[in-house]
């Protein structure tokens, strides 16, 4: 784990997001980028609602960033207990499962920690007690960088409803990370058990609705495929491999110079 003070060049976006779809949004992380500018190491916290989900949106870049020589630890909000339509599994048994699955992704993926917080699977609500819990998850691991969900994706075109977890998920972690994990005064008994106020410096909203940055995955897209298909449990016996292919070729012509394989990411640079 690199020491968060020491790299001098922290402030350097990762993988260098400068290419935009339109102008607008997509100004701010362009004018924070610099491409070829090395990144340096940084510390990555990945936060999403369920075994998997990082797998299908964001591995690429997860695999390309420890790659890189960047800290990348996962924090799951469930362990998916109702990912099963078989009567013989019991939710103790899917979530021995599904932790043991995601330990092995986030291994192929050269993640370094992989954290459980165990709420119950379907039924995240982004209260208050959720966001001090990812404070303090926050506090302890002090990322300099969040990928999460993108709260605001309520469907997608007309044969995708997204999952409530992942909206509460995507909120209670953008709450988090601004303003509470950097005030001093929000969650005072943080403070008391030494959890000092963290700031976070950028975030990267996956699966977003309006994405204005791009990952070139190409070099790691075959690794994105292996964590995925680590989750044998949820794969069965469907081979997920042309459907990630083909969003990251679309992704690609979205994002074009980026690469033959892209995810693309609503990217925030907190001053
Ligand atoms: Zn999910």
């Known amino acids: 784990m690199p020491d968060p003070q020491s790299p001098t060049d922290r402030d350097e976006p990762l993988s260098a997001p400068s290419a935009a779809v339109d102008s607008g949004t997509a100004q701010i992380a362009s004018e924070a980028a ?36 960047n800290a990348v630890s996962y924090v799951l909000l469930t362990s998916g207990d109702k990912g099963s339509e078989d009567p013989a599994v019991t939710p103790e048994i899917l979530v021995a499962t599904r932790e043991r699955e995601q330990r092995a992704a986030c291994a192929i993926l050269g993640v370094e920690e992989v954290h459980f917080l165990r709420y119950a699977d379907a039924m995240l609500v982004p209260d ?36 409530p977890d992942h909206r509460a998920a995507g909120e209670a972690t953008l709450d988090a990370v601004y303003p509470a994990a950097r005030d001093r005064m929000t969650f005072p008994e943080l403070l008391e058990e030494g959890l000092e106020p963290h700031k976070v410096t950028e975030v990267y909203l996956a699966g977003a609705k309006d994405p204005d940055v791009a990952v070139d995955i190409t070099a790691h897209l075959e690794t994105k495929l292996a964590a995925l298909h680590a989750h044998a449990s949820q794969i069965g016996d469907w081979d997920p491999d042309e459907m990630i292919r083909t969003w990251a070729k679309e992704t690609a012509e979205r994002f074009p110079g980026n690469g033959e394989y892209v995810e693309a990411y609503k990217y925030f640079k907190l001053d």
């Open 34 to 69: 610099e491409p070829d500018v090395p990144a340096g190491p940084k510390r990555i916290a990945v936060i999403f609602a369920h075994p998997d989900d990082a797998e299908f949106i964001c591995a690429g870049a997860v695999a390309r960033w420890t790659a890189e020589g």
């Open 128 to 163: 208050l007690a959720m966001r001090r819990e990812l404070v303090r998850v926050i506090r302890r691991l002090k990322p300099d960088v969040v990928v999460c969900q993108d709260p605001t994706v309520r469907f997608v075109d007309q044969s995708y409803i997204n999952h």
